[in-house]
């Protein structure tokens, strides 16, 4: 059996080059496939903070209906935009070799970061956190759109700068020299990585996509997913998490962040990787007995009032 895989994609810019690149690497596997680019909720509606919008499957949601539909067989996404729980049907067809998970500041020069006053830009909560952690005196505001629109509204805006995922600013090749790496910031789980979904009962799909995937990448997000997973119980929260591999060993980095930055509960576990097996749920669990079950609590109360 031979048939055109049709790819399901957002309409950005950075979608695009995702979707072209799955694309490619598909076609040079023998497969044939046909672009289906789509507006998700979460790019059509760039006034209101995401976490308003019920941030968990804003940028997939639109996608799985199409797939579920049989209007698309695969759909390609940032596995970081992509819900723990995927819809009934829906499976994990591949995840790609991961680029750079940092996230970086595009700044308008950096002297405002040691005299303790600037306006920062960023419409993740998680990234919102971290900076009033390490930066109490400054104000961040709400900054939406795709990474060409956040650009533009950074240039158009007296903001210091701006946070952004160096993934996608490098994908789409608009990475300024005007940029700092923040290394001490935790990424968002799985935060440089794409996913490819399909059909649970679409086998031809699935060994096409399982040519494509990257084994350690996925090992890494995996445990930082089942971490998420733990944690937020189905809600957005401010979770950092990052696993990487070295020397055959499995380092976990986690920490939950109260909504202003004032609170921080991190986990550090380092395992063989034969031994990952519970390695995010495990790492979780330290965090809610360590203060993070009252803080998820009040999280949560703030966010659904």
Do not use: C
């Given at each position: 059996m031979s048939k055109v895989i049709r790819i399901g994609t957002r309409d950005s810019e950075l979608a695009?080059?995702?979707?072209?690149?799955?694309?490619?690497?598909?076609?040079?596997?023998?497969?044939?496939?046909?672009?289906?680019?789509?507006?998700?909720?979460?790019?059509?509606?760039?006034?209101?903070?995401?976490?308003?919008?019920?941030?968990?499957?804003?940028?997939?949601?639109?996608?799985?209906v199409a797939m579920i539909k049989g209007e698309v067989d695969i759909a390609v996404h940032s596995m970081k935009d992509v819900p723990t729980a995927l819809p009934k049907g829906i499976v994990e067809g591949a995840v790609m070799k991961r680029a750079s998970n940092k996230d970086i500041l595009v700044h308008k020069g950096v002297k405002f970061l040691e005299n303790g006053e600037g306006t920062i830009a960023t419409g993740s909560l998680r990234r919102k956190a971290q900076w009033l952690n390490k930066y109490p005196g400054h104000n961040v505001v709400d900054l939406r759109g795709n990474v060409n629109t956040r650009m533009?509204?950074?240039?158009?805006?007296?903001?210091?700068?701006?946070?952004?995922?160096?993934?996608?600013?490098?994908?789409?090749?608009?990475?300024?020299?005007?940029?700092?790496?923040?290394?001490?910031?935790?990424?968002?789980?799985?935060?440089?990585?794409?996913?490819i979904v399909a059909m649970e009962n679409d086998d031809y799909c699935r060994e096409a996509l399982a040519m494509l995937n990257h084994k350690e990448s996925e090992i890494c997000v995996h445990i930082e997913r089942e971490f998420l997973k733990v944690l937020e119980g189905g809600c957005t929260a401010p979770i950092g998490a990052l696993a990487k591999v070295l020397d055959n060993h499995v380092h976990f980095h986690g920490a939950l962040f109260s909504l202003d930055g004032t609170k921080k509960i991190e986990v550090e576990k380092s395992v063989e990787i034969r031994d990952i097996e519970n390695l995010g749920k495990e790492a979780a669990m330290e965090i809610l007995t360590n203060g993070g079950k009252e803080l998820m609590d009040s999280i949560k109360s703030v966010l659904n009032n």
């Open positions: 695009l080059w995702q979707a072209k690149t799955v694309q490619n690497a598909l076609e040079k596997t023998g497969h044939k496939t046909q672009l289906v680019p789509v507006k998700s909720t979460g790019d059509l509606n760039l006034d209101q903070p995401l976490y308003e919008m019920g941030i968990t499957g804003i940028f997939t949601k639109t996608l799985d533009q509204k950074l240039n158009d805006n007296d903001w210091n700068g701006a946070i952004f995922a160096a993934a996608g600013l490098e994908r789409i090749e608009i990475k300024p020299e005007n940029f700092i790496d923040l290394n001490w910031m935790i990424p968002a789980p799985a935060q440089g990585a794409m996913l």
